[in-house]
Nanobody, 115 residues
Framework: EVQLVESGGGMVQPGGSLRLSCAAT????????MIWVRQAPGKGPEWVSTIKSGTGWTYYADSVKGRFTISRDNAKMLLYLQMNSLKPEDTGLYYC????????RGQGTQVTVSS
């Protein structure tokens, strides 16, 4: 059974940082692209970042480029999202998903950026 469990969210002031983690079980993690998606209150899901299997190439939404860094540890089956220079508009439920935005996903971890 595929399981994805996110952690690391919380409340932070604008300009602060958080590091999200996603623990994967039930599949061969290294074989899959992994993505982060967020959903702000009252809005639809927004793709944030992708990290490719194999090459490790990374892609980012324009809204987070230069501030967020996606990474993975295939041996530990962990996905990360380092978020710096956080803004109020980064507030939302962040979740990891396997392969694409409609792939298996976790329950998410809440990020709130507020002064």
């Amino acid at each position: 059974e595929v399981q994805l469990v996110e952690s690391g969210g919380g409340m932070v002031q604008p300009g602060g940082s958080l590091r999200l983690s996603c623990a994967a079980t039930g599949f061969t993690f290294s074989n899959y692209d992994m993505i982060w998606v967020r959903q702000a209150p009252g809005k639809g899901p927004e793709w944030v970042s992708t990290i490719k299997s194999g090459t490790g190439w990374t892609y980012y939404a324009d809204s987070v480029k230069g501030r967020f860094t996606i990474s993975r540890d295939n041996a530990k089956m962990l996905l990360y999202l380092q978020m710096n220079s956080l803004k109020p508009e980064d507030t939302g439920l962040y979740y990891c998903a396997r392969g694409h935005t409609t792939g298996p996903r976790g329950q998410g971890t809440q990020v709130t950026v507020s002064s």
